[in-house]
């Protein structure tokens, strides 16, 4: 039987991890452990000047007040090193392109390939006026997994899978296919007065030339990327 690492970057009580708790359950023993608060868009940051407190929430559920890649470490440094997989997800929102670099949720998985450990990390792209279909993501996911975790994986080599919209047809699992990464930068800057500034983007209108990741899941398909440290 397997052992997984589940970690995301949403927190504990995020539906996506849930989600894919419900997913991985009956392919082996489950060990999570997330972030205590969310934390979207921290990339690989780590807790280097500070302790990280966990805390256990019931049998193989560890809160920690850190960060995606903390819980990665921790994890496979002091609480479950003999995990044989590591998976992070399902993030809120597509982690595509440009978004691997930015995302918490890719950088759990990236740490993971630093430990030795083959990983993935999970998002639902939602699309404009839409919501998350958490049960369309965690049916894809339980015809899907078995065959993403019987894949070779490379040291160093870690997967990004993005799911699209779900199609609203009951059984309808996408087919996916293979995709490099467009890492085109889709946001602008703007000045909003004399000392702020912030970023704005529209996901939904982003590059996606043929045959990148994007382009893959927005056209209803779950995007399979390998990434490579």
Known sequence: MKTFLLTNDDGMDAPGLKALEEAVSPLGRLVVLAPA???????????IWETVDVIQEGE?????????????????????????????????????GYDIYLSG????????????KPAMALSQYIAADCKPDWNAARETLQVLLPE????????LEYFNI???????TPGNTPQW??????TTPYDTCIRVDDQRYAYTADMHARPRPAG????????????FTRLRI
């Open 60 to 96: 193989n559920r560890y809160r920690v007040f850190g960060t995606p890649a903390d819980c990665v470490r921790i994890g496979l440094r002091e609480i479950v090193p003999e995990a044989d997989y590591v998976l992070s997800g399902i993030n809120i929102g597509a982690n595509l």
């Open 105 to 116: 949720t890719v950088a759990a998985a990236r740490e993971a390939a630093f430990q030795g």
């Open 177 to 182: 296919e293979s995709g490099w990464p467009e």
């Open 148 to 155: 993403f975790l019987a894949m070779q994986v490379k040291s």
């Open 212 to 223: 990148c990741d994007v382009d893959v899941c927005f056209s209803g398909k779950v995007s």
């Open 162 to 168: 993005n799911l699209p919209q779900a199609s609203g």
């Open 37 to 47: 608060h969310p934390q979207s868009g921290i990339s690989h940051r780590v807790s």
